[in-house]
């Protein structure tokens, strides 16, 4: 999306929020070519990205009055996608929870033990590779040095609450990369 079409997008929406119903439909209509997109790189089936898309769509309908004019307008739509995108693989883990896995026919490669023990070191290095050098520090202090935050506070000279904040940011980032990466590859 160019600026351009942002700053149209971001007018749109301040003329819906002003009650303008032809400029909200407008804006509904592009963002949803946006928010498409969005979610057809990260989840599949077509209904399943058409059942997203449309509860996004409901959340934006939701949250118009919590966008603050003047700001960008894609960011905010983003972060609402993305949390629809997140909603949706933790209700199909949930919902796939105490049964045997995935089935398979007969007739497909059924990964060994030591293929799936690769892939699954693979997926936790690119996991990390995600994560900022500080939130990797951290995590590594408090998870494999088993540090207390007050020890990693005083290590990285940062505010116990920062380290809270950057571990806490970190898990929900480096777990949110691995709900993607599991559900691309099923």
């Not at 409901?58 to 996608?81: C, D, E, M, N, Q």
């Not at 994560?131 to 520090?137: C, F, G, K, N």
């Not at 207390?148 to 777990?175: M, P, W």
């Amino acid at each position: 999306m160019t600026a351009e079409q942002e700053l149209e997008l971001a007018s749109l929406l301040v003329k819906a929020q002003e009650g303008n119903g032809e400029a909200y439909r407008d804006f509904l209509d592009r963002s949803s070519h946006y928010v498409r997109r969005f979610v057809a790189r990260r989840l599949s089936p077509a209904q399943t990205v058409e059942d997203v898309v449309q509860e996004t769509l409901l959340s934006l309908h939701s949250a118009r009055h919590t966008y603050v004019p003047g700001k960008p307008v894609v960011p905010w739509i983003h972060a609402i996608a993305q949390r629809r995108v997140f909603d949706y693989l933790r209700k199909r883990m949930r919902s796939t929870e105490g049964k045997a896995g995935p089935s398979f026919d007969q007739d497909e490669w059924q990964p060994g033990e030591a293929e799936s023990e690769a892939t699954s070191h693979l997926a936790v290095r690119d996991a990390l590779a995600n994560l900022s050098p500080q939130q990797r520090d951290i995590l590594g202090l408090l998870k494999i040095d088993g540090l207390s935050t007050r020890e990693v506070s005083e290590r990285l000279r940062i505010t116990e609450a920062s380290v809270r904040v950057t571990a806490h940011r970190a898990y929900e980032k480096f777990k949110s990369y691995l709900l993607v990466k599991h559900y691309e590859n099923e």
